[in-house]
């Protein structure tokens, strides 16, 4: 270890990261959780709370006055229908926040899902400690209900990209870097290499000193009273879908001493605090000998395959979309030509020009009522799946752009 970094630390940070998994009247004891949440937050007093899924105002309402007095600034993320779910409790004063939802979250037809109408989203704030800036990310990205057949991969890898992006270009003033919340996504997942290796994020996980909690770091376990069982069957020991990312930049680096998960219970209490086990990571922030220029990481060969790992299944989510944008828009034209039909023939019998058997005015209303139902849905469909194929395409071109990036740094080594 470097003579640098066996220095006492400048910063010692306590960060504890949750999806709540507070879904209202839809989460088991959802009321006693947020309670039990509440109580060991003001017992523990971390340094820096990062929550996710508390979909009920009312419930960070409750949390913030019972964490008021340890916790003197909050701030809770509002976006899309029924909110982002994020909010953070700090120790520190925040000086500054943003919140940057993602292009891409889901289908708003898929309501046994929902996430399209979370607005998923990452939220930024900022903090100043001991005259070291720390931006702070939180955020949640849309589920993977369906490993073997998951629609939504690209999704998904759209909004890890699009945070890797934004952490890259908010993050430059900053000299401690920090990003947690439920990235929904394995550690060998596309979208988790992508956006470690394009900002230089580490895994608390793999780097920390000493680890307690879950085999392997597993934040959704079997154990745990409200998992989904049928679910986890294919990993018996869970999967690691939580995680506190950090990265010193400047003069400074971060240094993970200790990471602890829950266990499927909440310490002394009979139930857990959320499906998911909270992540509670000791962070030790040093400074170093020499200032390190901003985004001067060495290029990694791997990143080059990740990214046209990434590009591709980009590519199959475009492919996707334009199958459905052309669907939905010849629906579209189908329903409207039978609109102008029912139209004509109705102009025909105002004109004299009825045939003998005139069409039943009941079944006429009915086809028309219909004709126009599927006129207006088919239509909101393809202006969705446009929008969808737009964004993918872009993102194409943003990662076929840094790609060339970075095989022309390669080369010029």
């Known amino acids: 270890m470097p003579a640098a970094m066996e220095k006492e630390p400048l910063l010692q940070l306590r960060v504890f990261d949750l999806n709540c998994w507070a879904i209202r009247y839809l989460s088991k004891l959802r009321q006693e959780r947020v309670q039990m949440i509440a109580d060991t937050l003001s017992q523990e007093g971390y340094d820096l709370v990062l929550l996710q899924e508390v979909w009920s105002e009312t419930d960070y309402c409750t949390l913030k006055q019972r964490l008021s007095a340890c916790y003197p600034s909050s701030h809770y993320f509002r976006s899309g229908v029924i909110g982002s779910g994020l909010c953070v409790f700090s120790k520190y004063t925040i000086l500054d926040t943003f919140l940057y939802q993602y292009s891409l979250n889901g289908y708003p037809y898929m309501l046994q899902h929902g996430d399209w109408f979370c607005g998923k989203s990452v939220g930024l704030l900022v903090l100043k400690i001991q005259e070291i800036v720390f931006n702070i990310y939180v955020t949640h990205l849309h589920a993977e209900y369906c490993r073997e057949k998951d629609a939504y991969l690209p999704h998904r890898v759209v909004q890890a990209w699009e945070l890797g992006q934004f952490i890259q270009h908010t993050s430059k003033a900053a000299d401690v870097v920090l990003l947690g919340g439920d990235l929904n996504m394995h550690p060998e997942d596309v979208g ?7 900002t230089g994020l580490r895994d608390s996980f793999t780097d920390a000193e000493r680890f307690e909690g879950c085999e392997d770091g597993c934040t959704l376990v079997p154990d745990n009273y409200f998992t989904n069982k049928k ?3 294919p990993f018996p020991l869970g999967i690691r879908i939580d995680y506190i990312l950090y990265k010193g930049q400047s003069n400074f680096a971060v240094k993970c001493d200790r990471l602890v998960t829950t266990t499927g219970k909440a310490p002394g209490k009979s139930i857990p605090y959320s499906d998911h086990e909270a992540v509670i990571a000791t962070l030790y922030v040093k400074r170093h000998g020499e200032a390190k220029a901003l985004n001067s990481n060495t290029v ?3 990143l080059v395959d990740i990214m046209n790992e990434a590009r591709t299944e980009v ?9 459905q944008r052309y669907s939905s828009g010849r629906m579209a034209i189908l329903a409207l030509l039978l609109l102008l039909l029912q139209a004509v023939m109705g102009l025909s019998s105002l004109v004299g020009w009825a045939s003998p058997q005139p ?5 006429f209303s009915v086809l028309g009522s219909l004709a126009v139902l599927v006129l207006l849905v088919s239509g909101v469909l393809h202006i ?3 929008i969808e194929v737009k964004v993918l395409q872009g993102t194409e071109d ?16």
């Open 359 to 363: 069409f039943p005015k009941f079944s």
């Open 300 to 302: 990694e060969p791997a």
């Open 398 to 413: 943003q990662m076929r752009l840094a790609l060339q990036s970075l095989q022309d740094r390669l080369s010029a080594k």
């Open 315 to 323: 590519r199959v989510g475009l492919h996707a979309a334009q199958r």
């Open 231 to 233: 679910e986890l069957q």
């Open 192 to 198: 988790i290499r992508l956006l470690r290796g394009w």
């Open 384 to 386: 969705f799946h446009a």
